[in-house]
């Protein structure tokens, strides 16, 4: 039973939401769902081994054969259950947009943050982006220190993107 409080606990955690009962609720939907799909998945293993394969239940051979399909299966259900719930919280809830931004993997639009600590205790920061990743590369001519290929398109050179912000103490 304690596990399934770490489950739940988990979810709720990263859930993560301004909203105590958002995080509760989606939190609580997203743990569910994902212990209901498990027990499916591990409810389907026994059966195929037992029924299809005709294995002695709860065997070593019943475990040694169920094992890997579970893992499979959680593999791709688990993924699946995941997006879904990034995509039903940014486009109905306006949550996750953090994690649901960086599970697509668009590969422009990269950037940093580059943070300045004054003498006075202020912070300036600033976000230093590229909006195109380079795709064109060339060998550098020289052995001199530093990468061996260089960048050879212009149009992802860095850019501030933002003014800076500065932060008083």
């Keep these: 039973m304690a596990i399934y409080a770490i489950?739940?606990?988990?979810?709720i955690i990263f859930t993560g939401s301004k909203s105590k009962r958002f995080r509760?609720?989606?939190?609580?939907?997203?743990?569910?769902?994902?212990?209901?799909?498990?027990?499916?998945?591990?409810?389907?293993?026994?059966?195929?081994?037992?029924?299809v394969f005709g294995l002695?239940?709860?065997?070593?051979?019943?475990?040694?054969?169920?094992?890997?399909?579970?893992?499979?299966?959680a593999w791709f259900a688990g993924s699946i259950l995941m997006g879904l719930y990034l995509w039903i919280s940014l486009n109905v809830f306006r949550e996750h947009t953090t994690e649901a931004f960086s599970a697509l993997r668009i590969s422009d639009w990269k950037g940093f943050l580059r943070m300045h600590l004054c003498p006075n205790g202020e912070h300036e920061v600033y976000f230093v982006g590229i909006r195109t990743v380079p795709r064109q590369?060339?060998?550098k001519a020289t052995?001199?220190?530093?990468?061996?290929?260089?960048?050879?398109?212009?149009?992802?050179?860095?850019?501030?993107?933002?003014?800076?912000?500065?932060?008083?103490?």
């Excluded at 475990?63 to 579970?70: D, F, T």
């Excluded at 290929?149 to 008083?168: C, F």
């Design 24 to 51: 509760w609720i989606a939190g609580s939907l997203h743990a569910l769902s994902h212990v209901f799909v498990g027990f499916l998945i591990f409810w389907g293993a026994a059966y195929l081994c037992i029924t």
């Design 7 to 11: 489950i739940f606990a988990a979810f």
């Design 137 to 139: 590369w060339r060998r």
């Design 143 to 169: 052995a001199a220190a530093g990468p061996e290929w260089i960048n050879n398109d212009a149009r992802t050179e860095p850019a501030r993107l933002e003014d800076y912000v500065k932060i008083r103490p």
């Design 56 to 73: 002695v239940p709860k065997s070593v051979t019943q475990y040694l054969v169920a094992a890997p399909m579970i893992m499979i299966a």
